[in-house]
């Protein structure tokens, strides 16, 4: 089934070029250029697969688009695609939920690949009433309570920096992240104590996660980590 893409962008040459491309590797995208416009259109029809924003917007921006789809849907799926990389911008997307948040210029196959991650995350999203869980391979995540559910029902919970980075990573599954992609973007900070606390981190989450048969973090040596879900 063709997934449906609402991307928002406001500059006439990458905007093209995107749609283009995400239609030639078979997506369905409608393409604008305001908020406005985009919101008017979420309005008449919110079958959506993914929302794609970009943050700096004639009029109403970015952020504040995103706020008013998800008074309507809470569920939507969306990343923000700009050119501001201030660290009060990628901690205002996240805030707001965003499942990616990458910034220009970006390889167009890299975009296609986040693009399908968050798509089949999509499809593997448990039933629920509780929206906040969450299901990652073969365990059930609990966003609100930090807890994880494994198969045999063990229950384990998590720190808030280490259900920031199982997130983090979870978001960006079969893509290489450098240590300092990882820093910057989580916690704002790439120093040399920084990184031994990620190690730590990456350790501590390896053995929380070491029931699952799914679920692996694996070094890529002399550039960082990839999370991957094993196909059993």
């Known amino acids: 089934m ?4 609402l991307y928002v962008e406001d500059e006439d040459d990458l905007g093209n070029v995107v749609k283009q491309y995400l239609e ?8 604008f250029k305001t908020a406005e416009s985009a919101y008017r259109m979420y309005l008449k029809d919110n079958d959506f697969d993914l929302l794609m924003v970009d943050i700096h917007l004639p009029g109403c921006n970015g952020f504040d688009l995103v706020n008013k789809v998800l008074k309507l849907n809470q569920d939507q799926y969306f990343v923000f695609l700009t050119a501001r990389n201030e660290k009060h911008d990628r901690l205002t997307g996240l805030k707001l939920g965003a499942d990616d948040y990458i910034t220009k210029p970006f390889d167009i196959d890299e975009l296609v690949l986040r693009i399908n991650n968050i798509l089949r995350r999509s499809t593997e999203k448990i039933p629920s009433d509780n929206p906040a869980c969450l299901k990652i391979g073969d365990v059930v995540f609990n966003q609100d309570l930090l807890r994880l559910t494994f198969p045999n029902n063990e229950e384990v919970s998590l720190t808030i920096r280490e259900a920031e980075l199982l997130l983090y990573l979870y978001r ?21 104590f920084m990184g031994r606390s990620l190690d730590v981190f990456i350790s501590r989450l390896r053995k929380v996660l070491s029931p699952s048969k799914r679920i692996q973090i694996n070094n890529i040596y002399g550039v960082g980590f990839v999370f991957q879900e094993m196909k059993v």
């Open 172 to 192: 960006s599954s079969n893509r290489v992240l450098s240590r300092e992609e990882i820093l910057t973007n989580l916690w704002g900070e790439n120093d040399y």
């Open 24 to 31: 030639l590797v078979g997506f369905k995208v409608s393409w």
């Open 2 to 5: 063709t997934k449906n893409i």
